[in-house]
C-alpha cells in the first residue's frame, strides 16, 4: 500500500513552454502533497505544499507563478511549470500525506525528470 | 528553525564492512526522527523513524538508528552492509510546519562487492 505515483517521469520541453507534472497517490487519500525539487548531489528542497481544496503553500523564494500547484482532489496534485527556462532543469519530486496516518508519514513518487532546452 | 546536517556527504566501504552516518539535528519542539534511502533510480522510501520510547529504533533491512539527546545526534547503522545498499541516505525532521519534512543534504553510500 501507500503508493505514491508521479507522470511524467521524463520530459524535454523547449525554453518558454510550459509542463505540468502530476501526482497520484493510488491507494489512499491525501488531503496534503508536498513538491519538491532536488538538484544533482542534492537534498530535497521544499517547494510547496498543497493542499486539497485550498491554496498552495509556497515556501520562501519559490515564484507561486511561475510553478502553479493545483490540488484537485484528494488523489491528485498537479504542478505546471510555466514559462520553462533552462534554470528550471532539475528533479521534481512530490509526496503525499495518508490522511488516515500520522502526522509526518510521507510517502513519495518516484520524481520527474525536467530538461529545459 | 529545525535543522538537520549530515556530515559524511559520501562514504565507500566493501561488503561485511560495517556502516554509521552521521545525522545532528537542531530542533526546538517535540523531537521526531526519520532516515530515508532512496536506491539508484528509485522513490525515497522511509527506513526508520522515532518518534518516543525506545532511543534504538530498528528499521527495515537490519538498519538501526539511536537517538541520543545529548548529543542531538540520531546515527544510521547497520553491522554488516551488502552491495544492494548503495544509495542515498537522508535524515530528516519536521519542517516549518508540523506536516512538513526538512531533509539533510544526503549521504552517498557506495558499496563495493
Known amino acids: 500500500g501507500a503508493v505514491v505515483s508521479q507522470h511524467p517521469s521524463r520530459v524535454i520541453c523547449k525554453s518558454g513552454t510550459s509542463v505540468k507534472i502530476e501526482c497520484r497517490s493510488l491507494?489512499?487519500?491525501?488531503?496534503?502533497m508536498f513538491w519538491y525539487r532536488q538538484f544533482p548531489k542534492q537534498s530535497l528542497m521544499l517547494m510547496a505544499t498543497?493542499?486539497?481544496?485550498?491554496?498552495?503553500?509556497?515556501e520562501q523564494g519559490v515564484e507561486k507563478d511561475k510553478f502553479l500547484i493545483n490540488h484537485a482532489s484528494l488523489t491528485l496534485s498537479t504542478l505546471t511549470v510555466t514559462s520553462a527556462h533552462p534554470e528550471d532543469s532539475s528533479f521534481y519530486i512530490c509526496s503525499a500525506r495518508d490522511l488516515n496516518r500520522g502526522s509526518y508519514e510521507q510517502y513519495f513518487g518516484p520524481g520527474t525528470r525536467l530538461t529545459v532546452t | 528553525a529545525q535543522s538537520v546536517s549530515q556530515h559524511n556527504h559520501h562514504v565507500i566501504l566493501s561488503e561485511a564492512a560495517s556502516l554509521e552516518l552521521g545525522c545532528n539535528y537542531s530542533y526546538g519542539g517535540t523531537v521526531n526522527l526519520f532516515w530515508y534511502v532512496q536506491y539508484p533510480g528509485q522513490h525515497l522510501q522511509l527506513l526508520l523513524k522515532?518518534?518516543?520510547?525506545?532511543?534504538l529504533v530498528k528499521g527495515i533491512k537490519g538498519f538501526e538508528a539511536e537517538f541520543i539527546k545529548s548529543k542531538f545526534s540520531f546515527n544510521l547503522r547497520k553491522p554488516s552492509v551488502q552491495w544492494s545498499d548503495t544509495a542515498e541516505y537522508f535524515c530528516a525532521v519536521p519542517g516549518r510546519t508540523a506536516r512538513q519534512l526538512t531533509f539533510g543534504s544526503g549521504t552517498q553510500l557506495t558499496v563495493l562487492p
Open positions: 522515532y518518534f518516543s520510547g525506545d532511543p
Open positions: 498543497s493542499n486539497e481544496g485550498s491554496k498552495a503553500t509556497y
Open positions: 491507494d489512499f487519500q491525501a488531503t496534503t
